[in-house]
C-alpha cells in the first residue's frame, strides 16, 4: 500500500518520494511536488500565472460568478448546482473552509466550480482581467464590530473600486450581513460609490426568500437577528483607478565583492524597515549558517494587493564574490517589491561592510 506520510527513514517511503518527482514533472525538490500534490484542486493564487484566463481554467465561454469568503461552501455549491451553465469562482482565506469545500465539490463531481486559496483583494487584483466577473456575491462578511478593527473590514470603498474594475456594466454585486454596524457602514460605502447603482431602487432589502441560507445567516435568523440583503450593480461609469494586474519580472541577485565578516552583520542587525510609495518592507531579522559561509535574513514585504515573507540569501562562492538572492522559500513572486528589499538589503551591506563593490546585478539600473 502506498504510504501518504513523510517519514524519511523507510525505504518504501524513499521510492515513494521517487514516484512524486516523477509524477510532477519538472518539480524542482520534494517540497516542491509535496506542495503541488497535496494542494491538487484548489488555487494557489501565489503560485498561479497572473492574471488567470479563467475560459481556459474552466474549459468553456461562460459567465463568471464569484464568491469572496464562502465560509462551508454550502451556497458556492448550490450556485454551481444551480447555475451550471455558469463558471463559478470561491475565493477564501481559510484552509479548513478551501479543503471542506474541495472535498464536497469531488463529491458531488461539480465541474463548474474551481477554489482560489487568496484574499478576495489578491485574487481579484492578480488573476482577474478587467471587466470578466459577471456577479459578485459577498455573504455575511466579519464585521469586525470594534471601532479599532473597522480598518479590517473587507468592504470598503477601495474594494468597490477594485470590485468595479473587474466588473462589465450591469454586473451583479450582492452583498448580505446581519450587523447592524456594518450594514450602515456598507450602506455608506454603495452610497458614496460612484460605480455603483441599486438594482431595485432602495440600498438593501430585509428578505430574499429565493436564495438558500448561509451558514452565517441561519445563525443570525435563529439568534433573532434581521438581515440586509444589498442588490447593485456595475453603471457605466469609466475608473480612475484600473488596478492593473500585478507587474512580474525576474528574481533578483546581487554579486558582492570585497570582504564580509557574518558575525559582524549579525552583531550589528537590528529590525529595520524601509518604504517607497506604497510599498513597505520590514527586515525582521539574520540568521548565520552553522555549516557555510552563508547568511538569510526574513523579511516582511507589503505591497498592495499581497504581502509576502522573504527569506533573502547572501552566500559566498567559490570566488570568494558574495551572492545576495531570494531564496525560494515560500515561492516568492518576482515583484518590484522583491526587488526593493533586495536593494535596501543591498545598501545595509554597504553601510555595515567595508570596501564593498558590486561585480553584477540584475536590478534595474535606477535601483541601485
Ligand atoms: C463570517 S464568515 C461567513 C462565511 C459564509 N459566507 C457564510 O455566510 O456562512 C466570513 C468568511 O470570510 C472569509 N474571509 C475573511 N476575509 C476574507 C478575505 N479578505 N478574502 C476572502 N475570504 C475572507 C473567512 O475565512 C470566513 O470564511
Redesign the pocket.
Known sequence: MMRTTLDKTTSSNRGHKKRLKHIIPGCRTLTHSYNLLMRSSILDYRRARWPIDWHEAFGRHALLLVE?????GE?LLDLARSRPACNVLG????AP?LRKAERKIERMALRNVRLVDA???EALWALCSPGELDQVYI????PWPKAAHEHRR?INDRLLQLLASRMPTGGRLDIASDHAGYVTWIADCLARSPYFESRNGVPYVDRDPRRIQ????AKAVAAGRSCAYFKWERNARALANNFDVPEETHMPHVVIRGNLALEQLQAAFTQFECSRDTLHVRFMDLYLSRQHPAAVVEVYLAEEPMEQRLLLGLRRRKSGEWMLYVSDVGFPRASPGVHFAVQCLQRWLFAVGDGLEIVHHNLPSSEL
Request: aromatic share 18%; no cysteine; net charge negative.
Open positions: 469572496i469568503g464562502f465560509g462551508d451556497f475565493l477564501e482565506i481559510s473552509s484574499t478576495g483583494q455573504n455575511f462578511p466579519d473587507l448561509t451558514k452565517y445567516e
